[in-house]
């Protein structure tokens, strides 16, 4: 039998003994997988969902009863996402879960080459330390681990505190490139004042010697301040329309991403707002700080309150309506597609 170019088919059976052959000696045929090694656009394994807060926030505690802070060495439940089943992810770049601490405990201290976020969900006294430096924790607040950089974690006050953590580890995975090491003391010594690194960078000012730096030499970005500037700009300009009011937590010493893996961003959408359809190439994680609101994602639609937790996949359409005024953290993988030019986004 001829085919299209003029050439001869073989038979079945000889096509199979030669498949046969090729993976015997650890060879694949391109023809046979070109279009899901190179497919049309994006196909994310992570689907759509949202985690309530108010049906998690029960099993937190009752993990708190149950294992202490020294057995577990840091107290979490991981969100995984329904498409992943049996991976620690979120979407198909991002790990989050949700850490509880609880009065007197400490998450002894660390570091690990994978870069970390802690998002603040509800809470007061607790405290995280970065290389000697501790930071007090409030509801809200976006607090950095640079990679490799010892932290810990520890609570002075009273109730229980809970934060989100958001780290690049499939990615440091995929790479090949996962470090962790133990500090040889339960907590770092403090060799820096609370609020020195904020000193030194959080003004508009830097230290006149200070060099382009990877990671945000800053790594606590209170609530308070991002709220306020939130605020400032719905009395100053039109919202972007699709994305609300938004502001992105830069790395001063060079005006990029404050992690260099992970974006982070703090949307305002006024109350009656909604956002036009819009998609990315990019996985994301938004947190309902404030208000309440409804997000289609892929055509689902969700509604969403405070504290509540959506994962958006890459290449699925968005938009979000704001019932009241609504507050919400956002954090992705985006500053990696943009270094090695993949960035790719859609308004529809």
Request: glycine letters at 10%.
């Amino acid at each position: 039998m001829i085919v299209a170019g003029g050439t001869a088919a073989s038979p079945i059976s000889d096509r199979t003994a030669f498949y046969e052959t090729l993976d015997q000696q650890n060879l694949g045929p391109l023809w046979e997988s070109l279009k899901g090694l190179v497919p049309r656009e994006p196909r994310p394994k992570a689907v759509p969902h949202a985690w309530r807060y108010a049906d998690v926030r029960p099993r937190l505690m009752e993990a708190g009863s149950l294992i202490s802070a020294e057995e577990a060495e840091r107290r979490v439940l991981v969100l995984q996402n329904p498409g992943l089943p049996g991976a620690s992810q979120i979407t198909d770049t991002i790990y989050a879960g949700l850490q509880l601490i609880l009065p007197g405990e400490v998450a002894p201290a660390h570091r690990h080459s994978q870069s970390a976020l802690r998002f603040v969900i509800e809470g007061q006294g607790a405290f995280t330390a970065v290389d000697g430096e501790r930071t007090t924790m409030h509801p809200g607040d976006f607090i950095i681990t640079p990679a490799n950089t010892w932290h810990d974690h520890g609570h002075d006050g009273g109730g229980p505190v809970v934060w989100m953590d958001g780290l690049d580890v499939p990615l440091v995975r995929f790479l090949g490139a996962g470090f962790r090491e133990e500090y040889d003391e339960m907590a770092q010594g403090v060799t820096r004042p609370e609020g020195d690194a904020d000193a030194r960078y959080g003004a508009g000012l830097l230290p006149i010697d200070c060099g382009k730096r990877a990671t945000s030499p800053i790594f606590n970005y209170p609530y308070e301040r991002t709220r306020a500037a939130l605020e400032s700009m719905r009395h100053g300009s039109a919202p972007d329309p699709y994305h609300g009011f938004a502001l992105k937590y830069v790395n001063p010493t060079s005006g990029d991403w404050a992690i260099p893996t992970i974006g982070a961003s703090m949307r305002l959408l006024p109350a009656g707002f909604s956002t036009r359809p819009y998609k990315s190439t990019a996985g994301a994680v938004a947190v309902m700080v404030e208000g309440s609101a409804t997000a289609t994602v892929g055509g689902t639609r969700i509604a969403l309150d405070a504290h509540d937790i959506l994962a958006m996949p890459a290449w699925t359409p968005q938009i979000f309506e704001a019932v009241e005024d609504t507050v919400l953290f956002i954090f992705s993988d985006q500053p990696v597609h943009e270094k090695l030019g993949l960035w790719r986004e859609s308004k529809g």
